[in-house]
């Protein structure tokens, strides 16, 4: 790639920005029709730039798939954590705010929830590592104290703690689906029955 500066801008800055326009591209595209029907020339021709452009920024419409993902996941996490230290010091004020955050969040912008919970695991297994770090990071929020201490249960506090992130996946699913979306009030209702029964005493 030439490195001469083109237009006011470095080499790095107009592979920086091919990049952006793709990930924006993907965001739109990639939730609908959904990544299996999306093309590299569609990509492209959203994004207006050419195939070989999309080869400098990204080996495939999966890379591309795992840096929206990650970018949604992360912005999620942080959104999260924010909410939870800001919380009520106690087990329900928790609760109730992390869940409530992170399914406002990922339904606000019903692309974000279908990236996350539907299209990348159509994207295949090849992004199975990405949704498991997505999973983790949850988890560490958890783990972390934010749901209760770690003998607020008898069993596994781990695999409970997948287990109620699993539940959420599962709503959201539902949310992005159905002809007919429960109302994101009663997802948020639902989840944090689910979360607070499991970690009470």
Avoid at 10 to 22: D, K, P, T, W
Avoid at 125 to 139: G, I, P, Y
Avoid at 163 to 187: K, N, Q, R, Y
């Amino acid at each position: 790639m030439n490195g001469r500066p083109y237009r006011g801008m470095s080499a790095e800055e107009r592979l920086a920005e091919r990049r952006e326009r793709l990930i924006c591209a993907a965001y739109t595209l990639y939730s609908d029709p959904g990544f299996p029907e999306t093309t590299i020339e569609r990509l492209c021709a959203t994004a207006r730039i050419s195939n070989r452009a999309f080869y400098e920024c990204f080996s495939g419409r999966t890379e591309l798939m795992r840096a929206l993902h990650e970018r949604c996941v992360q912005e999620a996490v942080s959104a999260v954590a924010k909410a939870v230290e800001e919380a009520p010091d106690t087990l329900l004020g928790r609760v109730e705010a992390g869940i409530t955050e992170y399914i406002n969040f990922v339904t606000e912008d019903r692309r974000r929830a279908r990236i996350m919970h539907l299209e990348v695991r159509r994207a295949g297994d090849c992004l199975t590592t990405s949704r498991q770090q997505a999973v983790r990071a949850f988890a560490r929020i958890v783990a972390a104290g934010a749901l209760g201490p770690p003998d607020t249960v008898g069993v596994n506090r781990h695999l409970l703690t997948l287990g109620m992130i699993g539940a959420v996946h599962e709503l959201l699913i539902e949310w992005v689906l159905a002809e007919d979306p429960p109302p994101v009030s009663d997802l948020v209702g639902t989840a944090v029955h689910i979360f607070h029964r499991s970690f009470a005493t």
